[in-house]
C-alpha cells in the first residue's frame, strides 16, 4: 500500500516530535540545554555532511530527528524516527553519532540519548544544561527505551499549539520550532 505525502500533516506531525523530545529533555534541567532539537527526512550522507559543517562552523550540538515523509508517525516512535548527534570540538573536527535511541532509568530520571550497538555511546543531559557524552556501560533494559518513548508521548499530548519554521543548513532543509529557530539566528 503506498502512502500520500501530506505535507502539512507531516510538518504538524514533526514539529510535535521535535517539541516533545526537546521538552524531555530539557526537563529537570535550570536553564535551557546547549543541544537543538531538529528534524526533517531521513539523512543522506550529503545532509548528514552540511548539518555537520554547520555544527563545526556554529560550534553547535544538535539532535536530528529523521522521519520518512512517505511514512509519517503522528507521535514519538522510536521504530519510525532516526536520530543522529551531531557535535563539535569548537575549532575543526566534529562527529556524527548515528542511529540513536532515548532511554530512561526510571520516570524521574533524565533522558540519556544512546547511540551504537556494540560500542555504545551515551549522551547525557546534565542538571545545568550542559551535555556530556560518555562511553556507555551497555546495561540498557528494554523498559527503559519503552519508558523514554511513553514519557516523550505524553508530552506530545500535552504540546499547546506551535508554529514551525525551516531553516538551511548548507543545502539541507532542517525542521524546527520558533523557539529552537530563535536559538539557531543566535548561533549563526
Not at 77 to 105: C, H, I, Q, S
Not at 138 to 155: C, D, M, V, W
Request: proline fraction near 4%; charge should be positive.
Amino acid at each position: 500500500m503506498e502512502s500520500v505525502h501530506n505535507p502539512s500533516a507531516y510538518n504538524t506531525a514533526l514539529n510535535n516530535i521535535l517539541q516533545g523530545l526537546q521538552i524531555e529533555l530539557e526537563a529537570r534541567t535550570v536553564r535551557p540545554i546547549d543541544l537543538l532539537v531538529i528534524g526533517g527526512e531521513r539523512l543522506t550522507e550529503a545532509a548528514a555532511w552540511q548539518i555537520g559543517q554547520f555544527a563545526i562552523a556554529s560550534n553547535s550540538k544538535f539532535l536530528h530527528v529523521g522521519m520518512d515523509p512517505a511514512h509519517p508517525c503522528t507521535t514519538f516512535d522510536a521504530n519510525a524516527l532516526n536520530l543522529t548527534y551531531f557535535a563539535t570540538d569548537g575549532e575543526e573536527e566534529g562527529f556524527a553519532a548515528l542511529n540513536g535511541m532515548v532511554w530512561k532509568r526510571d520516570p524521574k530520571a533524565r533522558p540519556k540519548l544512546v547511540f551504537g550497538k556494540r560500542r555504545r555511546l551515551e549522551i547525557r543531559i546534565r542538571k545545568n544544561g550542559s551535555v556530556g557524552v560518555f562511553q556507555g556501560s551497555g546495561r540498557y533494559h528494554q523498559s527503559g527505551f519503552t519508558l523514554a518513548e511513553e514519557t516523550i508521548r505524553r508530552k506530545i499530548a500535552n504540546l499547546a499549539p506551535s508554529g514551525s519554521a525551516q531553516v538551511i543548513m548548507g543545502n539541507t532543509p532542517v525542521a524546527c520550532d520558533i523557539a529552537t529557530m530563535g536559538r539557531l539566528a543566535g548561533w549563526k
